[in-house]
């Protein structure tokens, strides 16, 4: 007599034992594509809160609030043990400091002149030219011809042509590049968050006599001071917590082609928060920078991908 089915014992075979991890894998990754679509989202958001403050507190006191909330998250988050770093320790961690905050506050100025999504792609000429430095492969010399070009379609002369916001844009890149840069030093040498954490506290400290005196000159309103409390909260909080989290979940190449989209989610969200309308060369223009973007930051991964398995295949031999 056979048993029943509902009492017969159930064997997992290899095959069932196999999905279980493949569908986690997939449940994070989807996870952490959620994650990236969130912080995208809020940290542009953040920003075009923070504009609608710039009648009252202009960029400086927005940035100076921004900071400020910057400082108590990473310093909660971080946890940096100040008292034990060593000069060659600070003296990184000074730099990256200064470097944040002029970054911060390029950015918003150029929001205020030439609106959010130009001053975000143009930013983002930063991490591209990092990517670019030093390669050879003619894709990233066609990547960065192309930048160049839209970076010129940007700066076409036209009535409403601000060569200061886009000056200032640039310099945001340019400290953008520099933070990459450094950020890499600081975690060579400083464990976890430390030392990001000990910047945004230093950089924070740094804007308490400047954003005493924004404040002081210009009163803030209750609904600026509360755009800008969010714009901070968004801007640095939210997405500062949801990028540690998808990277846990996602590959660092990913991470990096995901964020090239920025620029889009700028251009959108300032037309519909902020009611900022780009003519269709600039349109053009920002879809060539997250094009460029993504082909610099993407290469990488490829090329490592294809050196892994002729390393296997050596590993193998060698066995």
Known sequence: MQPDSATRPTVAGPAAGAEAPAAARRAGRWGGVA???GSGLSNQAGA?????AFPVLGPVGV???????????L??????????????????????????????????????????GLAVTLEFLGPLTVALVGSRR????????????????????????????I??????????????????SVGARLPGLEGSAAAAVV???????????????????????????VA?????????????????????????VFMSVHPVFAALIGLVVLGQHLDAPAWSAIAVIVVANTVAVSAPARSAARRAPRRATVRGRGA
């Open 232 to 256: 901070g909260v968004l801007a640095s909080a939210v997405p500062l917590l949801s990028d540690l989290l998808a990277l846990r979940r996602v590959p660092a190449h990913f991470f990096g």
């Open 167 to 184: 000056g200032l844009a640039l310099v945001a890149a340019l400290c953008w590049g520099c933070y990459i840069l450094l950020n890499r």
């Open 35 to 37: 994650l990236m679509l």
């Open 63 to 73: 940035v100076a609030v921004r900071q400020w909330v910057a400082a108590v998250v």
């Open 75 to 116: 310093a909660v988050v971080g946890r940096p043990r100040i008292g034990r770093f060593s000069a060659a320790q600070w003296r990184v961690v000074l730099a990256l400091a200064l470097v944040y905050g002029g970054m911060n506050l390029a950015l918003y100025a150029a929001v205020d002149r030439i609106g959010l």
């Open 203 to 229: 950089s924070g400290t740094l804007y308490l006599p400047v954003g005493a005196w924004v404040l002081w000159q210009h009163p803030p309103t209750l609904a600026a001071l509360g755009c800008a409390l």
């Open 138 to 165: 003619r894709a990233d010399l066609l990547a960065a011809l192309a930048a160049a070009g839209a970076v010129a379609v940007i700066a076409r002369p036209t009535p409403t042509t601000d060569y200061p916001g």
């Open 48 to 52: 075009s809160v923070g504009a609608l």
